[in-house]
């Protein structure tokens, strides 16, 4: 009898883990994004900005920004916030002292919230850029959100970058 206890048990545990493992979310490989086919567009999307900047692709960096684009500074300050023009100037100016780039990005989430996509993202950024005693390298981990509004079968940058 015990022997017949410990099968219906066992069985019971097998049918269990197979029901909960397939109600496990599975995430996006090097990412804490759920995977599904809008979220995938949206990290492919991202990466397109990584990519750029990391190549210091500045022509491509504005196609990825809305014309609508504007960042506030994160204060009440207006002397920092930046426009879709302010974002073109940054770009062909102080952005290229930057002699070297790398630009890693650990996506932890997707938002939808009307008409606005955030994308929350840690990043790591490495760059060389001159300084007193010649080109020196310097580095930034923080996190930051993108976020983002369709455009046509695709995405724009309105703030974040």
Known sequence: MFCRQTKAVASLLVVASAVLAGCATHYIP???????????????????????????NVSELLKLASPKYYEDGGNIDAADD????????????????????????????????????YVDYTF????????????????KVDDNRLELVEYQDEYRIVAGM
């Open 30 to 56: 090097n990412t804490d994004v759920e995977d599904n086919d809008d979220n995938r567009k949206i990290i492919s999307f991202c990466e397109k900005y990584r990519n750029a900047v990391e190549s210091k």
């Open 82 to 117: 930046l426009d879709y023009a302010g974002l073109r100037t940054y770009l062909t100016g102080k952005f290229q002292d930057a002699r070297a780039i790398r630009y890693e990005i650990r996506y932890r989430r997707v938002l939808k919230d009307d008409d606005v996509i």
């Open 124 to 139: 790591s950024a490495s760059y060389r850029i001159p300084g007193g005693k010649g080109e020196e390298w310097r580095r």
